[in-house]
T-cell receptor, first 115, second 112 residues
Framework: NAGVMQNPRHLVRRRGQEARLRCSPMKGHSHVYWYRQLPEEGLKFMVY????????ESGMPKERFSAEFPKEGPSILRIQQVVRGDSAAYFC?????????????FGPGTRLTVT | QQQVKQSPQSLIVQKGGISIINCAYE??????FPWYQQFPGKGPALLIAIRPDVSEKKEGRFTISFNKSAKQFSLHIMDSQPGDSATYFC???????????FGTGTSLTVIP
């Protein structure tokens, strides 16, 4: 039973480039959450998606960040025109259909470094 | 603002000792309080969780104590082992909500 998968695990981008982070939820899970972890800080919620729908994006920066969870394929967090402040670990979590918030299972994260 | 405050930032404990990590929250609507364990390079893994209808929950060497009136909860690790060395995060959420609010983490080191 594979867990939540994220790729790439490490991503280096120059300022101004685009970063695409992918998340494949656990089998049977249809809810995806994205969190960002800055150095020395806890995780901060960014966005909650179900298949083809954004349910809650209250934690997403208003500009440059977007997320999707298509009917087929992984969820993607996209950061356009990256800046040094975007350097962080980005974690994806998934939960089953109808599950409670407590059932979020986290992936290993993507560590983004902006040079 | 930080919805969940966690202390200490770091903790060093001798093998066999008790590790205690504390968290406090403000939002009385929170009704689910999990603790996560994170090893370097890994994602957070659920360790133990409690709901406010009980004051204590124990799973093996891990115990959550919950004080609803003080809006505080803590994680106790009994007989701490070097393998427990990790970063621990408390969190809070509303079961009807979509997200966790995480504390800033405690780096635990258990010395052999």
């Amino acid at each position: 039973n594979a867990g939540v998968m994220q790729n790439p695990r490490h991503l280096v981008r120059r300022r101004g480039q685009e970063a695409r982070l992918r998340c494949s939820p656990m089998k049977g899970h249809s809810h995806v959450y994205w969190y960002r972890q800055l150095p020395e800080e806890g995780l901060k919620f960014m966005v909650y998606l179900q298949k083809e729908n954004i349910i809650d994006e209250s934690g997403m920066p208003k500009e440059r960040f977007s997320a999707e969870f298509p009917k087929e394929g992984p969820s993607i967090l996209r950061i356009q025109q990256v800046v040094r402040g975007d350097s962080a670990a980005y974690f994806c979590a998934s939960s089953p259909l109808g599950g409670e918030v407590g059932e979020q299972y986290f992936g290993p994260g993507t560590r983004l470094t902006v040079t | 603002q930080q919805q969940v405050k966690q202390s200490p930032q770091s903790l060093i404990v001798q093998k066999g000792g008790i590790s205690i990590i504390n968290c406090a929250y403000e939002n009385t609507a929170f009704d689910y309080f999990p603790w996560y364990q994170q090893f370097p390079g890994k994602g957070p893994a659920l360790l133990i969780a409690i709901r406010p209808d009980v004051s204590e929950k124990k799973e093996g060497r891990f115990t959550i104590s919950f004080n609803k009136s003080a809006k505080q909860f803590s994680l106790h690790i009994m007989d701490s082992q070097p393998g427990d060395s990790a970063t621990y995060f408390c969190a809070a959420s509303m079961m009807s909500g979509n997200q966790f609010y995480f504390g800033t983490g405690t780096s635990l080191t258990v010395i052999p």
